[in-house]
């Protein structure tokens, strides 16, 4: 299941052991086609990572803290530290 992030809170995210971080919009081509992907991945891996959703346009302070400049972005955190980054669309494999 993927949660939302609201009001740029990224308190579950920070808590969280391991967290996927999607950053996205509705207006996004490209993350439209990522959307069932991560849908996937969230149900598959759920005992692994805990999956997010911020859209960049209702997460500003979010998005300048983590450098986003173009989305989608997904960025993977551990113990509250990013630890990988990807830039576009990717595929599932």
Do not use: Y
């Amino acid at each position: 299941m993927i949660e939302k992030i609201f009001e740029n809170n990224m308190t579950e995210v920070n808590d969280s052991s391991v967290a996927v971080v999607d950053f996205s919009a509705t207006w996004c081509g490209p993350c439209k086609m990522l959307e069932p992907v991560i849908d996937e991945l969230s149900d598959e891996m759920s005992d692994q990572a805990d999956f997010f959703s911020a859209d960049v346009d209702e997460n500003s302070e979010i998005c300048k803290d983590f450098g986003i400049q173009s989305v989608p972005t997904v960025v993977v955190m551990k113990n509250g530290q990013e630890v990988g980054r990807s830039v576009g669309f990717l595929p599932k494999e």
